[in-house]
């Protein structure tokens, strides 16, 4: 099985900066793209930015610039830094990661249970 953890979500005020952690645990045999999303309140999930499989790192446009994705496989660890929030930014967020497991060669989509970002004006 596979899970994964995110941690560092807090409550900041405009202009300021936060860095979420993903940890990943588990049978993991292989993986696929790594991601970030998002969710605000009444509204559709959101990729925020994702590492392919031996491919350049992509961003959402209003990641662009702010927000910067980076793994540390050492560490199992996926990371989100956040410059510059502003409080649209607002939302509960999310590490995903394509796998397979010792136990299963078909590849699937793991979700952790998200960790809030709250941004002030």
């Known amino acids: 099985q596979v899970r994964l953890v995110e941690s560092g979500g807090d409550l900041v005020q405009a202009g300021g900066s936060l860095r979420l952690s993903c940890a990943a645990s588990?049978?993991?045999?292989?993986?696929?793209?790594v991601s970030w999303y998002r969710q605000a309140p009444g509204k559709q999930r959101e990729l925020v930015a994702a590492i392919p499989p031996g491919g350049a790192t992509n961003y959402a446009d209003f990641a662009k610039g702010r927000f910067a994705i980076s793994s540390d496989t050492a560490k199992n660890t996926l990371y989100l830094q956040l410059n510059s929030l502003r409080p649209e930014d607002t939302a509960v967020y999310y590490c995903?990661?394509?796998?397979?497991?010792?136990?299963?060669?078909?590849?699937?989509?793991?979700w952790g249970r998200g960790t809030q970002v709250t941004v002030s004006s």
């Open positions: 995903s990661m394509d796998a397979s497991t010792t136990s299963s060669a078909n590849l699937y989509r793991y």
């Open positions: 588990g049978s993991i045999f292989r993986v696929g793209i």
